[in-house]
């Protein structure tokens, strides 16, 4: 049994994931995992996009090479899709959204991406596919969309996940 939960932090690109894990971490001693990172660092990739100038990951392998690490539990998990995850593995899965088409587009416009990346990511945020994607794969009860506009978000987000945390933690002691 884990004594810390995993969480996922999920969003489309520009939304802020790792900087709520970077605080997360901070404030409740889980550790940031970021899929991109680790992807590079394992070589957990299957091609490249030309088109979309980013790499495809590879997902058994991916899954293959945390598996050890997150079935332990106390990982903020960063990445922009959950669906692959086990629902076994997570504990809550926080969609983080923009919506403000122009913060989000000015957001994505600092990272260079390629004009087709760019608009791929804003439909996706306006679609609101990841949020669908995270009921679609895990109940209903552990998913929760919280907004990533303005700056003082982070604080009261990360201050409501830290709440959720602790009640976690004191749930499992006592079980």
């Known amino acids: 049994m884990r004594e810390s939960p995993n969480v996922i932090i ?4 520009g939304v802020g994931k790792t900087v709520h894990c970077e605080q997360l971490a901070q404030d409740t001693g889980l550790r940031h995992l970021s899929i991109n990172k680790i992807a590079k660092e394992r070589n957990c990739f299957e091609t490249y996009d030309q088109e979309l100038e980013t790499w495809v990951v590879d997902e058994d392998k991916l899954l293959d090479a945390i598996e050890d690490e997150v ?3 106390g990982y903020l998990i960063d990445w922009h899709a959950c669906d692959l995850f086990p629902k076994s593995w997570i504990d ?3 969609v983080l959204r923009c919506p403000s088409t122009s913060t989000h587009y000015d957001r994505l416009s600092t ?3 390629p004009e087709s990346k ?3 990511n804003l439909d996706s945020e306006i679609f609101g596919v990841l949020l669908e994607e995270a009921h679609e794969s895990f109940d209903e009860e552990i998913v929760v969309e919280l ?4 700056d003082d978000d982070v604080e009261s987000n990360c201050a409501r996940i830290s709440t959720w945390v602790e009640s976690w933690k004191r ?3 006592e079980n």
Do not use: F
């Open 10 to 13: 999920t969003g489309t690109p």
């Open 71 to 73: 079935l332990q539990g």
């Open 92 to 94: 809550l899965v926080v």
């Open 111 to 113: 990272r260079a991406y």
């Open 118 to 120: 760019l608009q791929e």
């Open 147 to 150: 907004n990533s506009e303005k």
């Open 171 to 173: 749930t499992q002691a």
